[in-house]
Every structure is written in structure tokens, then in C-alpha cells.
């Protein structure tokens, strides 16, 4: 039987994209403790990620509005993610009385974002990182086991080629510039409010 040539070019596609994909997961750290994440002093690089609209956001110009606690974390699936974001809302009004402002970062999809926003009650920015390019280029980037990687693409609207970001909370300057950072490869270890708070305070 004689394929069509339109679908031997699906097929060709198809095949590269995934090979893509594989190569991309490849070049990441293969564990958490092996990330090379940016340093305090350096810059978050200018790229663009989502809002919850789906709505392309330049994260340089988000920065630029005010100093910014700007969090990384894996998704509204973890337990420990989800914790740590129902905190950051109790204290966020602390927070904004210091000057600043509240991002945060994840590789779901918008309208994965949108439910978690729902779930924990949430008022302040999550932007989306569905395709991993920031945390890549943030050094906060591995590969997950090959049985995570359908629930991450499920999550990102099947933008994540298998990958995530190490839980990490930086405080940044108006310029982009990174003031302080908490990385921690364990995720069920989380930056406590307090400790937060205390950072905030001292950089003021």
C-alpha cells in the first residue's frame, strides 16, 4: 500500500518534533541536583510567557513595573506547590506594603494556571511557562523520568517536551537583576513566609 504524500509529510513531521523533543530532554541535567542555576547579580533573561488569557507577556516589562518576588514552581498538581502559594497569599499584602509585587511561574498551561488561581483563592500574576523555555535559560531545568512526562504534557497543553523547574523564589530589581534567591533541588522543601519576609525587609 502506497502512502499519500501529504500523509508521509505528517508522518515525517511528526517524527521530527518528537525527535526534537527528545533532544531537548537530552541536554537537561538527567537530576535536580545537577541544575546550574543563574546567580544574584546576574539578569532574568527577556522572554516571552502567557498570561491566564493566553495573551503573549514580555516577562522583562513585568519586572520593570516594580521589585519583584518572582517564584518558579512545577505546577497546580503538587501538593507542595500549592501549599507554598496558598502562603504566599496570606502574606501578600505584607509583601506589597514593602514595594513589591508577586509573580509567578509555572509550566502549565493558562487554563491550568486559571484553576489553580481558582483553588487557592489566588490575586496575584501567574504567567506561563508551558514550553520551559525560561526555566531552561534560568538554569532551573531537568528532565523527568519517562512516566512523568504525560502528565506534564497534559498540564502544558503538550508544550513541556519533559522537563521541570527546581522550585526557586528570586527577589528582583526593577532592572531584572537578581537580589537574592532560594534553590531548593528537594521539592518538599519550601521557603518559609517568614523567612521571606525577613529577606524582603533587609534588601529595602
Same mark, same amino acid.
Given at each position: 500500500?502506497?502512502? #499519500?504524500?501529504?500523509?508521509?509529510?505528517?508522518?515525517?513531521?511528526?517524527?521530527?518534533v518528537a525527535q526534537s523533543f527528545a533532544q531537548q530532554t537530552l541536554s537537561l541535567p538527567?537530576?535536580?541536583?545537577?541544575?546550574?542555576?543563574?546567580?544574584?547579580?546576574?539578569?532574568?533573561?527577556?522572554?516571552?510567557?502567557?498570561?491566564l488569557n493566553g495573551q503573549a507577556v514580555s516577562l522583562q516589562e513585568q519586572l520593570a =513595573?516594580?521589585?519583584?518576588?518572582?517564584?518558579?514552581?512545577?505546577?497546580?498538581?503538587?501538593?507542595?506547590?500549592?501549599?507554598? %502559594?496558598?502562603?504566599?497569599?496570606?502574606?501578600?499584602?505584607?509583601? =506589597?506594603?514593602?514595594?513589591?509585587?508577586?509573580?509567578?511561574?509555572?509550566?502549565?498551561?493558562?487554563?491550568?494556571?486559571?484553576?489553580? %488561581?481558582?483553588?487557592?483563592?489566588?490575586?496575584?500574576?501567574?504567567?506561563?511557562?508551558?514550553? %520551559?523555555?525560561?526555566?531552561?535559560?534560568?538554569?532551573?531545568?531537568?528532565?523527568?523520568?519517562?512516566?512523568?512526562?504525560?502528565?506534564?504534557?497534559?498540564?502544558?497543553?503538550?508544550?513541556?517536551?519533559?522537563?521541570?523547574?527546581?522550585?526557586?523564589?528570586?527577589?528582583?530589581?526593577?532592572?531584572?537583576?537578581i537580589l537574592f534567591e532560594y534553590i531548593n533541588p528537594d521539592y518538599k522543601q519550601r521557603? #518559609?513566609?517568614?523567612?521571606?519576609?525577613?529577606?524582603?525587609?533587609?534588601?529595602?
Amino acid at each position: 500500500m502506497k502512502l #499519500k504524500p501529504f500523509l508521509i509529510a505528517t508522518l515525517v513531521l511528526m517524527g521530527a518534533v518528537a525527535q526534537s523533543f527528545a533532544q531537548q530532554t537530552l541536554s537537561l541535567p538527567q537530576k535536580a541536583t545537577d541544575i546550574s542555576p543563574l546567580l544574584i547579580g546576574e539578569a532574568i533573561p527577556n522572554l516571552t510567557l502567557e498570561d491566564l488569557n493566553g495573551q503573549a507577556v514580555s516577562l522583562q516589562e513585568q519586572l520593570a =513595573v516594580k521589585p519583584t518576588v518572582l517564584i518558579f514552581y512545577r505546577g497546580g498538581w503538587c501538593p507542595y506547590c500549592n501549599r507554598q %502559594m496558598a502562603e504566599l497569599q496570606e502574606i501578600e499584602s505584607e509583601i =506589597v506594603k514593602l514595594g513589591y509585587q508577586i509573580i509567578a511561574i509555572s509550566p502549565d498551561s493558562p487554563i491550568h494556571m486559571k484553576a489553580s %488561581m481558582d483553588k487557592n483563592k489566588l490575586s496575584y500574576q501567574l504567567l506561563s511557562d508551558a514550553d %520551559m523555555k525560561l526555566s531552561q535559560a534560568m538554569g532551573l531545568a531537568y528532565a523527568v523520568p519517562e512516566a512523568s512526562v504525560q502528565r506534564l504534557k497534559d498540564a502544558s497543553d503538550n508544550k513541556n517536551p519533559g522537563s521541570l523547574p527546581v522550585p526557586a523564589v528570586f527577589i528582583v530589581n526593577q532592572k531584572s537583576e537578581i537580589l537574592f534567591e532560594y534553590i531548593n533541588p528537594d521539592y518538599k522543601q519550601r521557603m #518559609k513566609g517568614s523567612f521571606l519576609m525577613a529577606a524582603l525587609k533587609l534588601l529595602k
